[in-house]
């Protein structure tokens, strides 16, 4: 896919730091040495890091030049690393791995969280979160308006690339194998948005790209016409003219004993 934006992300960045917030509220520690924040994006969950543990070494990690420059930018101090979290292999064993809304994207979960536990010193901590929202009609129509369109065959891998989400039944088989305590739960956040063309400017930023990335300038203004008068079919406007946008995230944090 095309680079990543930061600026589209984070024309929402209070609805998409609030998971951070709760995940890094289920963590169970108190004085962590050493914290990576994998998929740090523009630093706002690793800003997070800073804050709670505040004597803490914690860096930033992810595959986004715009995103690496943004939290660089934002976190001057904290050193931020271009990696592929699929294949990275660092040296050095860490108190906790962060990694929200990013894992989504990579496959094969139960070779990956094997690996990433193992990166884990004794008590250390994998807290994750995905969103979990492919049956959300945000994202059934962004495959329907694909397959309607003249672009169908431009855009038959496109759902691919958003990755799948196990069951919690999944993450917990897999957890327990790789010797960690779980503790798994869901959310699903209501966020009142500015109508349809709020709830499309969201997921330009993310659920889109992997459609919009292999569309010409012409077809995408086309595709993201047809995708928002879907929209608002299926995000009806409030008494205050708003829509909800429902938004399920599933959350980890796994405990290596």
């Known amino acids: 896919m095309a680079d990543w934006n ?8 209070d ?3 609030r998971p951070s917030v709760d995940l890094l509220r289920r963590v169970p520690l108190s004085a962590p040495e050493r914290c990576v924040d994998l998929g740090c994006g523009p630093g706002n969950s690793t800003e997070l890091l800073v804050k709670r543990f505040q ?15 943004k939290a660089r930018e934002r976190l001057p101090g904290l050193t931020f690393e ?3 979290i699929a294949t990275w292999q660092p040296e050095e064993r860490f108190d906790l791995i962060f990694a929200n809304a990013v894992l989504q994207w ?17 008590g250390g901590c994998l807290a994750v979160q995905m969103p979990n929202n492919l049956n959300e009609p945000s994202h059934r129509l962004m495959e329907q308006v694909a397959n309607d369109g003249p672009w169908s065959a431009k855009l038959a891998s496109a759902s691919d690339a958003k990755g799948k989400i196990g069951s919690f039944e999944d993450y917990y088989a897999c957890l327990q194998q790789a010797g960690c305590t779980a503790d798994i739960w869901q959310t699903t956040y209501v966020h009142p948005l500015e109508g ?33 008068k879907e929209i608002a079919k299926a995000y009806p406007a409030q008494a205050d003219g708003k ?15």
């Not at 914690?58 to 420059?69: C, Q």
């Not at 946008?245 to 004993?257: D, K, N």
């Open 15 to 17: 609805e998409r730091t």
């Open 106 to 122: 990579i496959p094969d979960h139960p070779g990956l969280l094997t690996r990433l536990v193992s990166f884990l010193k004794k």
């Open 55 to 69: 004597s803490t070494q914690v860096s930033g990690l992810d595959n986004s030049p715009g995103m690496l420059a």
């Open 243 to 257: 829509v909800l946008l429902r938004f399920p995230r599933l959350f980890f944090v796994a405990q290596r004993p």
């Open 196 to 228: 349809a063309g709020a709830i499309v400017e969201w997921f330009k930023g993310t659920g889109l790209k992997p459609y919009l990335d292999r569309l010409s300038p012409d077809e995408q203004a086309e595709y993201l016409r047809r995708y928002t």
């Open 82 to 84: 271009a990696a592929d």
């Open 6 to 13: 930061p600026g589209q992300y984070l024309k929402f960045e």
